[in-house]
């Protein structure tokens, strides 16, 4: 098997935007992965991917080109906020190569070492089965189902998962 | 039965909130209910509770003494944002009198005046079980349950659930 290189995980640095938005708005555009409106401008994106998170990270190839990327922040505040919040995103030349994989699991791993004890994912589309599946393997249950909570670009209102994992026990 | 009268629900306004500071103040500052930073400054509160939503109402008594209060305001940005989410503090002196209800039950129809199709609670602590069978008993249920997601100020750590109504079907 002739696996492709693992990708450099790291911080995101403001050199990198001019790549990423691009990416991140197509990725909310298509109104089928995140809440994001599909309108949503470059510097609300921005906040919400760089400025209100605790860390950005990107995922880069061999030559550098930009694979994925990732946020974590609390996901509540206060007494709450043990508990994480991440996002992904996959270069769409870059699906199927384990990167959306790859950067969980290094978000598990970076959670953990900023002091979090458990990860959750608020509105998982219970259409985007294959997201689901992933999450599953990498350790996460579906904690609770809300129906028609995300108004699909396509299919309309479409049920949205909690997906839960602790981290710490 | 001598009930007393029902609460005059009704906007808040800025002349309110020398009055509503303290009572929200000691409310996070108990650790059993929000999550909310027990030692949250003023601004940070003002922010939460009255800047941030797109709503905020308080419940006066018949002398226009303060009872409760409440906010609304979409759950989730762009493809999430047809359902709400509220919080609702009811002053001590009023416990008991159905003031959470009479609030629950306001925005409820104020949330399908505003164009919501179901409201949503992210983590209401599963000690608090006054609360949880309150939200059951107008309607909503335990849609997910969070192990360990809410740092209790005297218990540790203790779960959060996730309450969901649909409001529109």
Redesign the interface.
């Known amino acids: 098997m002739n696996l492709p290189p693992a990708p450099l995980i790291r911080p995101f640095e403001e050199t990198d935007w001019p790549r990423l938005w691009p990416l991140l708005r197509a990725t909310?555009a298509a109104?089928d992965t995140?809440?994001?409106?599909?309108a949503?401008s470059e510097s609300e994106i921005h906040r919400?991917w760089v400025e209100a998170p605790r860390a950005t990270l990107v995922a880069a190839g061999p030559a550098g080109e930009l694979l994925g990327t990732y946020f974590i922040k609390p996901n509540?505040?206060?007494?709450?906020?043990?508990?994480c919040n991440c996002g992904y995103v996959v270069a769409p030349a870059a699906q199927g190569r384990g990167i959306a994989s790859a950067m969980c699991r290094h978000s598990q791993a970076l959670a953990i070492e900023l002091g979090y004890?458990?990860m959750?994912f608020?509105?998982v589309v219970a259409t985007n089965e294959r997201a689901v599946r992933l999450w599953q393997h990498l350790g996460f249950t579906?904690?609770?189902?809300?129906?028609?909570?995300?108004?699909?670009?396509s299919l309309g209102?479409v049920d949205?998962l909690?997906m839960?994992k602790?981290l710490v026990p």
Chains 1, 2 share one sequence.
């Open positions: 909310f109104g995140y809440a994001y409106a599909p949503s919400a509540q505040p206060g007494l709450g906020s043990h508990v004890r458990a959750q608020n509105l579906v904690a609770g189902r809300l129906p028609g909570a995300y108004a699909h670009a209102y949205g909690v839960y602790t």
